[in-house]
């Protein structure tokens, strides 16, 4: 069961209140969130195939990561990857055209939703094996370390992944060659289908502390929140601290994948989402900041005429060709 | 023919040791399992236990003797009918550099393999052939290192990651003085952990690093196999052509010697079938050392399986460092008119055994060294069978799924018209490979074995 006490900081601590950087984390959270609802709809109707994992209730913690990574840091993803992948700059037309699986998509469509990838994001790819996005980010790490890039790699990985082997061997090699890198746990509580707590006995600060390995577990579902912890803990690896740990505790509103009706969870986990859930929170704060009610719907407006024009482009883009079915397989000599 | 018991080694990076004692004497039935002798080295003392049926015919190293080399022929053994004047009219033969198996292993022995003539037909010629013009002696472990350490002066991306490359210079000792130049930042002590770092290496290589992994053995690859395969291979097609992966997953694959089931087998198939990935199978040393630049310098994942028991072997390299040899071309190793014999990686020798024994029985084999499983060169194996009309395939892996069955495959979809015979497979068979002795040797395929295949395509 995912926890809403977590040891956030309290609001005292935080920055500004000028309403603009806030407004900027709503609008990611929104635009992420229409997304998905948009990609809801397509699956059931039959326009987006295959396995869509859906993020919603947890956009913040994609968002406050994006607004404090630059362009040449590295993040890996997972299954449940379309927030990472928007918040990390991939262009939201060729996303929808991915995994719409059409010709002009970000992977030429050959990806779909479990493998968007964007180098020029520095998105090295959502993932659908549970965990194995980790080795790959902490080797982006290593990348940055000896080419002196300057840059840190996000983990993006979930709690369904504690029990993978790959997280502690991840974690050793981070801090034993004291890589910059960032493992962010998207904490939801379940596991696929089960709670994790039937799967995990280990709390994960306690796991990361193991490997000397700093941690931080917070409100998951506070944006400015994590936007202040992850921008700290960017800079101190950014300046050569090592790996840090930073588990956000939220909540999934959806299911394992779309079409999973979810008659294994007491609906009254969900019964007071309002107060939980990362995007009224946001609105309501920038209430309290004196942003009008019009402004948020004018932004309202706007994000979803964006959706409906990635959709239609999406809809109006050539399918691949099959000689596109068997381009790439290998790089070619001379490359 | 006596066989030939020959010095085995204690350990991959073993080169002498000390005969301490014969258990048996001269004139003494001997059955597979029978400890015949002791031998010793600074660290270990072992027993060397007959593999064959027959007679102590002859002992050639008395006990005592110390600076035995490894392969040195230490005793004569008779099978039925044969006497001791045979054993001491035999020349105790100087092994061939193509000889093998060239490194014995512990526990074991070997029937010493007649040394091959030189083919009637000349192999064709090569652009690799040039180099050849100047040489020099070198074993296989000797010419992979060379390779990786040249690679490295090149390039500065890339780097040997594994574990104990770097201090302990290899578990066989392939990384051998690679620390000492190139430093800690270069050749990389992993942990045990396999999938973490082959995740790692292809993270970093998404990165435009060059990594090249050493898996201590390919049957611990099977930790990583998810990062190798999902990951390596797949991501530049997923990812649209985006990102590819110029990695090197390097280390020995297939039996070593007695180290049982879970130590023993051969990955060549696995890997082969998947897209994406290359493949590649070396023999010689001259083409371990050009294949694994070329593989360094390949923007491609390159699956580079060795074998434990060729470390050892020694045979000539160009001098060159510009020499390479490029993935995809298999090399006629023996000219022939009557069969082709297709294999890689230690069977190559095998083969070559067998040819030359065939060609005592008036049987003149073609035997082509596949060295890539992956692109396959289709072409030079088309060409040879054409002139052939006969294929057999040798591989140490289980049968089924095989490179045989793929070159079975291509012979239906390319030489049905000029077969003369079905396709015959010679391959491990199809068990987890035993530990005792002689159920190892039964399992894996022989020089007997492709013998009696070539003569059965050969309808004789």
Known sequence: MPSNNATSRSRAAKGSNKPEALLALYRQMLLIRRTEERLSQLFADGEVPGFIHLSIGQEAIATGLGAVLERRDTIASTHRGHGHALAKGVELNSFFQEVMGRETGVCKGRGGSMHVADMSAGMLGANGIVGAGMPIAVGSALAHQVRKTGGVAVVFFGDGALAEGVLHESLNLSALWELPALFVCENNGWSEFSPTSKQFVAPLAKLADAFGIPAETIDGNDVEIIADTAGRLISEIRKGGGPRVLECITQRVRGHYEGDAQKYRDPAELKDRDKIDPLPRAASRLSVLGVSDALLAALETEVMAEIDAATEAARAAPLPGFAAAQADVYTPAGA | ?460
């Open chain 2, 1 to 460: 023919m006596p066989i030939e018991i020959l010095m085995p080694a204690l350990s991959p990076t073993m080169t002498e040791g000390k005969l301490a004692n014969w258990l048996k004497k001269e004139g003494d039935a001997v059955k597979a399992g029978d400890v015949l002798a002791e031998i010793e080295t600074d660290k270990a003392t072992m027993e060397v236990e007959a593999v064959d049926e027959g007679t102590l015919g002859k002992i050639l190293v008395e006990a005592g003797t110390e600076g035995v080399a490894v392969n040195t022929p230490i005793a004569m053994l008779l099978e039925e009918g044969e006497s001791a004047d045979d054993a001491k009219a035999a020349p105790a033969p100087k092994p061939e550099k193509q000889e093998e198996p060239k490194q014995e292993a512990p526990k074991a022995e070997a029937k010493a393999p007649a040394a091959p003539a030189q083919p009637k037909a000349a192999v064709p010629a090569t652009d690799e052939d040039r180099y050849f013009a100047s040489t020099k002696t070198q074993t296989v472990r000797e010419a992979l290192r060379d390779a990786m350490a040249e690679e490295m002066r090149l390039d500065k991306k890339v780097f040997l990651m594994g574990e104990e490359v770097a201090q302990y210079q290899g578990a066989y000792k392939v990384s051998q003085g690679l620390l000492d130049e190139f430093g800690p930042k270069r050749v990389i002590d992993t942990p045990i952990t396999e999938q973490g770092f082959a995740g790692l290496a292809t993270g970093a290589a998404f990165k435009k690093l060059r990594p090249v992994v050493e898996f201590m053995t390919f049957n611990f690859a099977m930790q990583a196999i998810d990062q190798i395969i999902n990951s390596a291979a797949k991501t530049l097609y997923m990812s649209g052509g985006q990102m590819g992966c110029p990695i090197v997953f390097r280390g020995p694959n297939g039996a070593a010697s007695r180290v049982a089931a879970q130590h023993s087998q051969c990955y060549a198939s696995w890997y082969a079938h998947c897209p994406g990935l290359k493949v590649v199978s070396p023999w010689s040393a001259a083409d371990a050392k050009g294949l694994l630049k070329s593989a360094i310098r390949d923007d491609n994942p390159v699956i580079f399986l060795e074998n434990e028991l060729l470390y050892g072997q020694s045979f000539e390299v160009p001098e060159s460092e510009e020499f390479t040899v490029p993935i995809g071309k298999a090399k006629v190793v023996r000219a022939g008119a009557d069969v082709t014999i297709v294999a890689f990686s230690i069977m190559v020798g095998r083969a070559l055994q067998a040819a030359e024994a065939l060609a005592e029985q008036g049987i003149d084999a073609e035997v082509i060294d596949l060295r890539t499983i992956r692109p396959l060169d289709t072409a030079t194996i088309i060409e040879s069978v054409k002139k052939t009309n006969r294929l057999v395939t040798c591989e140490e892996g289980w049968p089924f799924a095989g490179i045989g069955s793929e070159l079975a495959a291509l012979m239906m979809e390319e030489c049905f018209d000029y077969l003369d015979a079905p396709v015959k497979r010679v391959a491990g068979i199809d068990v987890p490979l035993p530990y005792a002795a002689n159920l190892e040797k039964m399992a894996l395929p022989q020089s007997d074995h492709i013998v009696e295949a070539a003569k059965a395509v050969c309808y004789r």
